[in-house]
């Protein structure tokens, strides 16, 4: 069977054109990176004093403007970087419908009083919905553009309460300056593979945005695998 591929269609700039807009771009991703700090910061004040619907909406904001620093780097390198972006910012908010699904309600104490967030809050689902992003859109980089806003929105719960990021029932949660490491990492990935991907000069450019979600889906069975041998391994020791 064959795959009908896109024809990629790269506008070459100028090099110091392109250097200038890539310097700009990291700019602005800091500059959104900044803006994410003081919603985050903002978010934390109206938790503290019970300002539910601020708290959500400053939540929301606070996820928008980390998933435009993540995804803004990667910008320069897609054809249309408008919906790349739109994509990324979609992504990030729309993961929170799953508290609808789970509270079985649509007001809002009931999606944000739960004692965790729901099981889809994890790379699962990152792998699975870039997976058939990828398949239904192939070469368009909206795989890329939902791994990064998705990255960007399961980053930040880690650091606000913790997220089932590996299996349903387990709760990773992180301090906020490792998870702002994170996120500079993911912007940076997000840049990489952009440029990678999009380089013409590359001969080998056969779909690693299929791969990367794949592996990682490989790599969460793995750790599914070494969870469920260790109480086994235990209870023989004590055996
Ligand atoms: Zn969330």
């Not at 993911?186 to 791969?211: E, H, I, K």
Request: contains cysteine; hydrophobic residues 50%; aromatic residues 6%.
């Amino acid at each position: 069977m064959t795959t009908r591929r896109e024809p990629l269609v790269i506008r070459l700039l100028p090099r110091a054109t392109a250097r200038r807009r890539e310097r700009e771009g990291l700019a602005l991703a800091l500059g959104f990176g900044l803006l994410a700090l003081a919603v985050d910061q903002a978010c934390e004040r109206f938790k503290r004093s019970g300002r539910k619907h601020a708290e959500a909406l400053s939540d929301g904001g606070a996820h928008i403007a980390t998933a435009l620093a993540c995804a803004i780097p990667a910008a320069p390198f897609v054809p249309n970087k408008g919906r790349f972006l739109a994509i990324a910012v979609v992504s990030a908010v729309a993961i929170d419908l799953d508290h609808v699904v789970a509270a079985r309600s649509t007001s809002l104490i009931p999606c944000m009083t739960m004692p965790h967030r729901p099981a889809s809050h994890s790379v699962l689902t990152v792998s699975a919905v870039t997976y058939a992003a990828e398949r239904l859109w192939p070469g368009t980089q909206a795989g890329l553009a939902i791994t990064v806003g998705l990255g960007s929105h399961l980053l930040r719960d880690l650091a606000t309460g913790g997220a089932p990021l590996f299996l349903p029932r387990r709760i990773v949660a992180v301090q906020r300056p490792p998870v702002a490491s994170m996120m500079f990492g993911l912007g940076f990935f997000g840049r990489w593979y952009a440029r990678r991907l999009l380089d013409p000069t590359r001969r080998s450019r056969s779909n690693p945005a299929v791969l990367a979600p794949e592996a990682l889906v490989v790599g969460t069975r793995a750790v599914r695998a070494l969870r469920e041998q260790r109480p086994v391994l235990s209870a023989r020791r004590v055996a």
